[in-house]
């Protein structure tokens, strides 16, 4: 009975690793942009079931910080305790554009002044038109961008230096043209200025998108990514549309501050990859325009990951010459 007992003892460890004491007060989750875009929704979607899988009397509350793509939120969760409390849902801009693009502003390391908590999905981005642009399908919209005088159309971004920026200056130099940018405070904010004709088009998360493509405000043209997203198999790639491997996916991961203590880390990451194994928040997820992350999901990965993501943007900014400053 004794050796029993004692080798029982490590598959409680886990649980007891879990406990942490994360009912003691409500974990913050930050984000870095305004409620309603895609790294606030998927946050929200995400809160309650982490919650439920980090042990009963676990509350978690979302916290928007807007600013600078991200950073804001970024350079304020590195300084804050590394105890598990406070943690945020991180995205392409705010941790692998902004740190290569924003010079003279960003001042934080994304991988060394993090934990690397776990990936929650990598989904596609949509270019989407106001509904009185004239071309229709994804090829003629794409042929009109191409043809259009340059500097006579303007598109809608989230904010400057974000993924939607570098994603939507990238498709200018592919089709080697001049669009005027006009920057907004979130992902809802822009997706309004296209449907109002403040500006022509955009690249919005799908996220964000979802709900006024499906009301038929914007038309939805083409998604970013390799692959037609399974919630809208008749939009096309872009590279399907005539821009020859445009391969632009986002990603969301939940991060921490530098230094926690690794049983709080590993309890987190549990936490979050038991939630996205559920069927129902997986379809949640994918309603709304996030795919949630199905690979190895473990602290290295997400880490190694983060390292991966870092210098794919660095080699972009590089390539293209795009320079931003917020």
Known sequence: ????????????????????????????????????????????LLADRLAAHLGAGTRIVVENRPGASGAVAGEWLRRQPADGF????????????????LIGWNRYDPVADFTHLGIIGIPPLILVV??????????????????????????ATSGVGGVLHLASEMLALQLGTRFVHVPYRSGAQMLQAIHTGEAQFGIAALASANAMVKEGLVRGIAVTGPRRFPTYPEIPTLAESGVPDFDFDTWFIVIGPPGMPPATAAAINRALVASLAE????????????????????????????????????????????????
């Open 279 to 326: 069927d129902a928040l997986r379809d949640r997820l994918l309603a709304a325009g996030h795919d949630a992350f199905r690979d190895a999901n473990g602290l290295p990965e997400a880490r190694a990951f983060m390292v991966r993501e870092v210098a794919k943007y660095r080699a972009v900014v590089e390539r293209t010459g795009i320079r931003l400053s917020p």
């Open 1 to 44: 009975m004794h050796r029993r007992a004692l080798l029982a003892t490590p598959l409680l460890l886990p649980g007891l690793a879990r406990a942490q004491g994360f009912a003691d007060r409500p974990i913050t989750l930050v984000t870095g942009y305004s409620p309603g875009g895609s790294t606030d929704i998927a946050a929200r």
């Open 86 to 101: 406070t943690i945020m849902v991180a995205e392409t801009g705010s941790h692998a554009i902004a740190p290569n693009a």
């Open 130 to 155: 106001n509904n009185a642009f004239p071309a229709r399908t994804g090829a003629e919209v794409v042929e009109a961008l191409r043809k259009a005088p340059p500097d006579s159309l303007t598109y």
